[in-house]
């Protein structure tokens, strides 16, 4: 258990950092859509490492296989099996932390669980295992791209250089055009200053990403604990490194009045619609037609490249060394694994919601 | 699909606002627990509607009666039924509503999902379905304190009233001593205050839950979408009018450098431990025996005692009247409530974590 | 896990025999159908005990209360809750083998696998359970009798005593005109007569029940593992004392040379069809829109009006005496629990079905 | 959905006939066990197709290569992914049916539930997806034999040459030596003629697979539909030309009198035990550690060396003509796939029942 996601659009991955390869596995894309393998491609380059000088130098080349699931050119509604070679295995770089507990890693917890760990990379704890989840939202999102439906994904915020303004008063599309990702050009370059000084102190720091989806038809979610931004939540906080979760007005929202917050429903022509959108277009865990937007936490990453005492296997006290090579900051290679995930959930109520009403049926 | 919770240690509820009765079946609860049903019934109080002047003045008795899966007073593996009758139906209390859309209500995602829907306080979209959790979460936590585990919530801000002590600086044990469940006594009367005073402004405000998870042992959660955390998320988010959850250094970690955010190993006679626990007790989605601690913000409740402008089923503008009897503030209620989700995705987790070692089965 | 049967269109039941109360939790079933409540009761008669002199004179009103999911006599899209009183509880008809095990009953291995059970009249393990099946079942006939498929069942052996001709046949509609369900007269007579001699003997006696679905659309079944007759057969082998499941030529088809059990497709109108039906409507899995067929094997049941050598948890030798009223044959009864479950396997892959193809999304 | 299998113990496929490659993607077998891939190529050789004269003479080196979930040659806990390259994947011998459906095959009910298909080889539907299942199932055996729990299954009916005598009253052990799996070396001889004839005749013949299970613990399945000649009967009837199920005294046992059926309780030593079987080792839908034993009969495979009259995707009538490498009779190398999925079944029950009782907790 715990290596799938979804019920109807379902993607499984296995797989480990240094092991020989990673797997995705998507069941349940609609049969008869036409699929854009390079499409696929620019989604894994968004993740890749060694994209820029602020993510890790690590060579992966991260080339996906599709196995299964597709003929001539199209989805014929059987799963379709994935493989990513890891091509960079430098496994001897692990040696030196063989029975170290890494502070803050899943070293520990690990061999507690099950016993035995491949301390290679951290084997399946790494966010080496995200690549899988991309080439499967990837295919996600050529879906609901084919029904409308947009998904995006930016940096709001890196240390404690926010975002001033709402995502609807910036230009999304320029987010792409700078390397930390962020739709604010000075902004941006702010983080990218920072993140450079961060790592030039062998140091780490953490991020916010913020996702939209615009174009989700009203009716998606499932009462009463499959609710849409549950199931957004628990795919985000799946994420590695995620600490936090927020969606519409969020923890920001628990100051406001409910005369202030409530969202007054309008028409505009034919469409219902709402004034403001402090639900973040999901109400009573049900998408409602208006944009859908949340925020993602995410933690200074774990590995430092500074010396830190820990325990190892036998309980003795060791020095954990910093050593290979690791990001200073995520966020900005996590965006696109924000938006897999977004893309798997919506699918997966996408379909779910075909079913809701005997009329439809 | 969605009215259940859990895969092994599993709660489904049925029931509306305004029906016969709600109910809870439990399933997975191991045999030979002796239940005590009084516990169940405390749970129940503590969730009651009337409870306090800062609540609901509604009226609902929540006796509860099993149905099956106990038997001679011991859980017999078979699943438990429970029913709770609904004994204050003042269905005529909405009759002013049955056409009309709420603001940041349920009212129109349900309509668009389904196509109909039960307006009568709004039906399965109500939090009354809540108590049922409380039911379902009761039994879980008796499991879980014959295994040693004590998981306790508290309110921990209103609107921007905020506690500004960790939570391993305060007395915990206090915090069931006032109505508001602080566990700072004087913030609890500000609070307090604050929520009669948006009380006598026919106005809402919304607030925190702060939720401790002790002597969890290590190896829950489930590698590499079902982590510790991203269940516990989405229990939190599938609660009504839940707006975020964070847990261990939060949203504030994003702020903080990698070297001051690993959390230090180190041995403590035979136990292994960590110095610090921004970590929140969960390392590569997996306990690590730390305290597990997280944050639940919740809305501003919709319900206001206040005239407000919005659609009907047929598109006109009108006016929804604030009538009936609502809470000013939701989260003193929400404390079992958050306690018997977090009981449940612990319960499920601890049942999963028995299949993991070979040398265990 | 196990009290649940479906994925969208989903039963849960709980309850044991002489508890207070069965339940049944209908999950999925589309919004908006208009539900008659009494079909649901005619369904309840046809499998309640003592309804003719062939079958246990043990009293149960079976009436069951709808307690959530409907509203203005049409489904709302959430769960239905049902509860089936137990009326007739006579506890202490169990009291002589509240320690024993009784021969080929599940006594023992419900106390092997909880250490704990519940004796009387088998607890949990009793058919009694199968009237929540039942209730459910007659949503999910309902369901598919809007989307025009029915769904058939009757007996079609008593120990030797086989029907000869296939079902198409026969007149099916006679089934129901006797009451050991058969729907050739002739042969039925001598079931009964045969059924009635057995219970003179003090013993029991097993059988077969055949069943139809017509019109069921191309289409239904999810390939590889969960075929629409691999889920048929869990389905009628989850009912208590069946034995085996066959489908299309089943177990004689094995004799068969590939020449002669292949179906040809030919072209009625714009219909495509097959000449012969061997493949009793499914092919790779999936419907082919021919009629549906299987059989059911139960076996005699174990409860006997005789003294039977046995063990007790001690493990000492003990007589099990025959009291209590049960059936000599089960298969009468078993009619419409089979048609309950083929139901519930339809209406789940019918929903499933809608979400096959992208140009239908 | 429908191409995993299992709960704890779970197996994924993917993978169409003529597609790049199968995957077999086993998730939760416990951490720890020394996993021998030997053995499992051992198994694979059994399912290969060419291994006699009385199988298709297609070759496939069906070679596996393990991708993750193994270090140092334990497992992890982690999922082991399996990938099996198609290495004679002929396509064009599949161009003569592009368009066809041939008579008691996938290839209608795919069209139709699809609206597309990868005709080649069948795809998806072809029996080749089984040696995905016996690359999952082999590391179910080498589990359950870590657990002592044995799996044999030979062949037990070609056409209408069955084998008279029970199991038990036959060694098993010979059944490997000869090329149709059959334990009686008599039978045997005689079936491998009829096999040829058949051959010869360009057509195919059905035959019957008998499953033997020593040394399951008691308790094993999960009342009530999750009974484990349920789950058993379920895996059974996935497996492709099966037509019928039967476990214990099966439909032979409807003609029985339940005083003859009862299994009688006895002590030997401190080994509870039954005098007879026809339980089949389940009782209740729970294991009481007697052998569990089970029937699978498989129609003649419906791919003929000779011409069929059919129908195109247009509605014409055509001519399919028999070509390519086919098997005559399917059951010998079912054999390997009877005891794959039965492995599977049993080892997943073997986790859930970790679950069952407090005091083991």
Redesign the interface.
């Known amino acids: 258990?715990?290596?799938?996601?979804g019920?109807?659009f379902?993607l499984?991955?296995?797989?480990?950092s240094h092991?020989?390869?990673?797997?995705a596995?998507v069941?349940?894309c609609?049969?008869?859509?036409e699929l854009d393998e390079e499409q696929i491609r620019l989604e894994m380059q968004r993740r890749k490492p060694g994209q820029s000088k602020i993510t890790t130098q690590r060579k992966e080349e991260d080339e996906i296989?599709?196995?299964?699931?597709v003929?001539e050119g199209?989805?014929?509604?059987?799963?379709?099996?994935i493989?990513i070679q890891n091509s960079d295995q430098k496994s001897k770089d692990y040696s030196h932390i063989a029975d170290k507990?890494r502070?803050?890693?899943?070293d520990?917890?690990?061999f507690?669980?099950?016993?035995?760990?491949?301390y290679r990379g951290?084997?399946?704890?790494s966010a080496r295992?995200t690549a899988a989840r991309v080439a499967g939202g990837a295919i996600a999102k050529q879906?609901l791209a084919?029904?409308g439906v947009k998904i995006q994904a930016f940096v709001s915020?890196v240390?404690?250089l926010a975002l001033e303004k709402p995502y609807h008063e910036l230009n999304l599309d320029v987010a792409e055009e700078n390397i930390v990702r962020c739709p604010d050009p000075e902004t941006a370059e702010k983080m990218i200053a920072l993140i450079d000084s961060?790592r030039l102190?062998r140091?780490?720091?953490?991020?916010?990403v913020t996702c939209v989806i615009k174009n989700t038809p009203?009716?998606l979610?499932?009462?009463?604990?499959?609710?849409l931004?549950?199931?957004l939540?628990?795919?985000m906080?799946?994420i590695n490194a995620v600490?936090?979760?927020?969606?519409?007005?969020?923890?920001e929202?628990?100051?406001?009045?409910?005369?202030?917050?409530?969202?007054?429903?309008?028409?505009e022509g034919e469409k219902?619609h709402?004034l403001t959108n402090?639900?973040?277009g999901?109400?009573?865990?049900?998408?409602?037609?208006e944009d859908i937007y949340f925020?993602v936490?995410?933690?200074?990453?774990?590995?430092?490249m500074?010396d830190?005492?820990?325990?190892n296997e036998a309980?003795e006290?060791v020095t954990v060394s910093g050593k290979g090579r690791h990001d200073p900051c995520v966020v900005p290679r996590a965006v696109p694994i924000v938006e897999a995930m977004a893309a798997l959930v919506i699918a997966d109520f996408?379909?779910?919601?075909?079913?809701?009403?005997?009329?439809?049926?």
């Open positions: 258990m715990g290596n799938s996601f019920r109807l379902r499984t991955t296995f797989g480990e092991g020989k390869a990673l797997g596995i069941e349940g609609p049969a008869g859509l296989e599709i196995l299964s699931g003929f199209k989805t014929t509604g059987t799963p379709i099996g493989v507990f502070p803050s890693h899943a520990y917890t690990y507690e669980k099950y016993g035995i760990r491949d951290g084997g399946r704890s295992e879906f084919a029904k915020q240390g404690d961060v102190d140091d780490t720091i953490g991020g916010v009203p009716g979610g499932e009462p009463v604990f499959d609710r931004h549950a199931e939540g628990k795919a906080l799946s600490k936090g979760f927020e969606y519409g007005s969020g923890f929202g628990v100051k406001m009045r409910g005369s202030q917050h409530n969202d007054t429903f309008v028409k219902v709402t402090h639900s973040g999901i109400q009573g865990g049900i998408s409602n037609g925020r936490a995410f933690k200074p990453v774990a590995t430092i500074q830190q005492e820990s325990l309980g006290t996408l379909l779910l919601s075909k079913t809701n009403k005997l009329s439809e049926i």
